[in-house]
């Protein structure tokens, strides 16, 4: 059984450029939930997407987007980059659409670096 | 809205020192409660979950009972190793709106050996 993959592992980018971070969800699972962790913090909830609809998001700006494809995969874009947006970006797929009994499983992550 | 507060670390302790970390947490509801660990330049991975008051999650050594009356979930373990040198994070399911998590700030453990 493969786990959670994310794509590129390390990224720099300057300020006011776009990025695409990608993401494989665990095999048989259908849920795919982003979060971003700022150093020395713990991670916040962007979004989540089930069966390739935006299923809740957190409190981020519009130029955080997302897309969920037909195999569960997931790609996160982030927009106008600004310097706090440099955090780990950690992917996470679970099994049932959510639920409040619901497992999560992350990657490694994608280490995100604005200058 | 919900929220999980931790323990501020770093915290020390020698090998096979007794560990508490402790998580309280705030929320509406009867949330799941998660304790996830992350080793230096990795992702998170699950330690041990708990869904209903009294319930108590165990793996690898480490325990926690799910406190419905306290709001708590308290990490433990008997005896630590170096090898438990890591951050913890406490986390909960929101049951407000989208089923997301929702972590506290971290707790790091350094174990001595």
């Known amino acids: 059984e493969t786990g959670v993959t994310q794509s590129p592992t390390h990224l720099i980018k300057t300020r006011g450029q776009q990025v695409t971070l990608r993401c494989s969800s665990q095999?048989?699972?259908?849920?795919v939930s982003w979060y971003q962790q700022a150093l020395g913090q713990g991670p916040q909830f962007i979004f989540q997407?089930?069966?390739?609809?935006?299923?809740g998001r957190g409190n981020f700006p519009p130029r955080f987007s997302g897309l969920q494809f037909p195999n569960y995969s997931s790609e996160l874009n982030v927009n106008a980059l600004e310097l706090d947006d440099s955090a780990l970006y950690l992917c996470?797929?679970?099994?049932?659409?959510?639920?409040?009994?619901?497992?999560?499983?992350f990657g490694p992550g994608t280490r995100l670096t604005v200058l | 809205g919900d929220s999980v507060t931790q323990m501020e670390g770093p915290v020390t302790l020698s090998e096979e020192a007794f560990l508490t970390i402790n998580c309280t947490y705030t929320?509406?509801?009867?949330?799941?409660l998660f304790w996830y660990v992350q080793y230096p330049g990795e992702g998170l991975q699950l330690l041990l979950k708990?869904?209903?008051?009294?319930d108590k999650g165990s793996n690898k050594g480490f325990e926690a009972t799910y406190r419905k009356e306290t709001t708590s979930f308290h990490l433990e373990k008997g005896s630590v190793q170096v090898s438990d040198s890591a951050v913890y994070f406490c986390?909960?399911?929101?049951?407000?709106?989208?089923?997301?998590?929702?972590f506290g700030t971290g707790t790091r453990l350094k174990v001595l050996a």
């Open positions: 095999s048989g699972h259908n849920t």
């Open positions: 708990a869904t209903k008051a009294d």
């Open positions: 929320a509406t509801g009867y949330p799941s």
């Open positions: 996470a797929s679970s099994a049932v659409g959510g639920g409040r009994t619901d497992t999560q499983y």
């Open positions: 997407y089930y069966r390739e609809e935006e299923n």
């Open positions: 986390a909960l399911i929101s049951t407000s709106g989208t089923y997301k998590y929702i």
